[in-house]
């Protein structure tokens, strides 16, 4: 196949709307600006949004966005905003899925089909020769399917598959049948991409299983490993609040802990189900009075009843609280600290997870502590590769954090050799990852 050099992205969100700097799509966005400055020209096909980002970064001028009507995105938006346009909508919305039904056509499939026509005709009019989807949006999914069926084998099918919906907490449907259509349609689709893009071991794992489960042969060529990987950035001056933190922390001979990302904190062990919650490490800090003393904690992200909790807890924890901020800052942030925090409670969604947060964690030069279950697979595919510097503890342990905290606290000089450098984690850039598809597209 003679590959040319415009490609189309699908993709769910792309800047300036959720997405670039903040949030899942940071991956899309910035493998379309890695094309475009390798001379491809980048269109990039997504529903239409109704809210910017609070950040959205630069676009290289051969990325051309392209946007569709999606229902489905406009109902989200126009629902707490404007309640009695959208009670209007939403009769508007069910006539018509009563009048496609009558008809016998499915509203979701006659959606895609007419988001797929859009597409193939965008491919046919500027000459594509490469489709790239993001997935694991079921949107998406349904979309490419459709358009397979259109134009054939007549572009290269790349599939970039940042999660597994069926095993994702916040996407996989609780119904036991639905679950059971949603892997088997997840499955169809990566089985017919010409070439599959995963961001973990663990998933390729995971989709090698299922294969074999069910008798289809699994092309080791065909499914690649490219890593979410850490982006490049400006180097800045950390936050003086964190500055502060953490020399009157060094003051006490503490190390410094930092947790950056989503999370919450919740007041009842039921929480511990929750996906990912704190409580885990601040009520063992808190409660240990050898573990208060050794440590200091940073809370940086969206993480909700922070201060509600902190009010309760027993023990005087040294801890600073911040809301987000940009990846340039909290990198800068990061290296005043010791050791980066990465929890997670899902046992499902365990084997496939290595968040972006340890890449950066990592490039900043920190220790990692990861609390998650036995069974987190791609994180210790990850660790091997690295002489298992990560220390490990079970979510679901109390005494194993514990331990593993004490086993720092009493040993800091091990704790230091632990810590990642830059030079070996070059090969995790996205730079470096997104090469491996341009390998791919050089040679198709």
């Given at each position: 196949m003679n590959i040319s050099k415009k490609i189309m992205i699908l993709t769910i969100n792309f800047p300036p709307f959720d997405g670039g700097r903040i949030g899942s799509s940071i991956r899309t966005f910035t493998m379309a600006d890695f094309l475009a400055r390798k001379g491809f020209s980048v269109d990039v096909v997504v529903p239409k949004?109704?809210?910017?980002?609070?950040?959205?970064?630069?676009?290289?001028?051969?990325?051309?966005?392209?946007?569709?009507?999606?229902?489905?995105?406009?109902?989200?938006?126009?629902?707490?905003?404007?309640?009695?346009?959208?009670?209007?909508?939403?009769?508007?919305?069910?006539?018509?899925k009563k009048a496609l039904k009558f008809f016998f056509l499915n509203p979701f499939d006659f959606y895609s089909?007419?988001?797929?026509?859009?597409?193939?005709?965008?491919?046919?009019?500027?000459?594509?020769?490469?489709?790239?989807?993001s997935i694991p949006h079921i949107s998406i999914i349904s979309i490419v399917n459709k358009m397979q069926k259109i134009l054939g084998r007549n572009v290269l099918w790349i599939s970039d598959v940042r999660d597994l919906s069926y095993l994702h907490p916040a996407l996989r449907y609780?119904?036991?049948?639905n679950r059971k259509w949603q892997k088997k349609n997840e499955t169809?689709?990566?089985?017919?991409?010409?070439i599959c893009f995963f961001v973990s071991s663990g998933m390729i794992d995971t989709v090698r299983k299922i294969f074999n489960e069910n008798n289809l042969y699994f092309n080791e060529e065909k499914y690649i490993l490219m890593e979410n990987g850490y982006t490049l950035v400006d180097k800045i001056k950390p936050q003086k609040e964190i500055e502060d933190f953490v020399k009157e922390a060094k003051s006490f001979n503490k190390l410094v802990l930092i947790y950056a990302g989503t999370g919450e904190l919740l007041e009842n062990v039921d929480g511990y189900r929750k996906n990912k919650t704190l409580n885990c490490i601040v009520d063992t800090l808190s409660n240990d009075e050898e573990l208060n003393r050794r440590f200091a904690l940073i809370i940086q992200g969206e993480v909700k009843n922070t201060q509600e909790y902190f009010s309760k807890i027993s023990g005087e924890l040294m801890v600073l609280v911040l809301p987000p901020v940009s990846n340039e800052q909290i990198r800068a942030n990061m290296k005043l600290a010791d050791i980066g925090i990465n929890i997670n409670v899902d046992t499902e969604y365990s084997p496939l997870m290595i968040g972006g947060k340890i890449y950066d964690y990592c490039v900043s030069g920190l220790a990692l502590l990861l609390i998650f279950p036995d069974n987190a697979y791609s994180l210790k595919d990850f660790a091997g590769k690295h002489n298992n510097k990560p220390y490990f503890a079970d979510i679901f342990d109390n005494a194993?954090?514990?331990?593993?905290?004490?086993?720092?606290?009493?040993?800091?000089?091990?704790?230091?050799?632990?810590?990642?450098?830059e030079s070996e984690m070059e090969p995790h850039s996205r730079e470096k990852q997104y090469s491996k598809m341009l390998e791919i597209l050089s040679k198709t």
């Open positions: 949004r109704y809210a910017k980002d609070r950040e959205a970064p630069l676009m290289n001028e051969k990325i051309k966005v392209f946007k569709y009507f999606s229902p489905f995105h406009y109902y989200d938006h126009v629902k707490n905003k404007l309640p009695l346009f959208h009670l209007l909508f939403k009769v508007i919305i069910s006539l018509v089909y007419c988001v797929a026509v859009f597409c193939c005709r965008h491919i046919n009019k500027h000459n594509i020769g490469v489709v790239i989807s609780k119904k036991k049948e169809n689709y990566i089985l017919k991409s010409d194993s954090i514990t331990k593993i905290l004490k086993k720092i606290a009493e040993n800091p000089g091990e704790m230091n050799n632990r810590r990642f450098t």
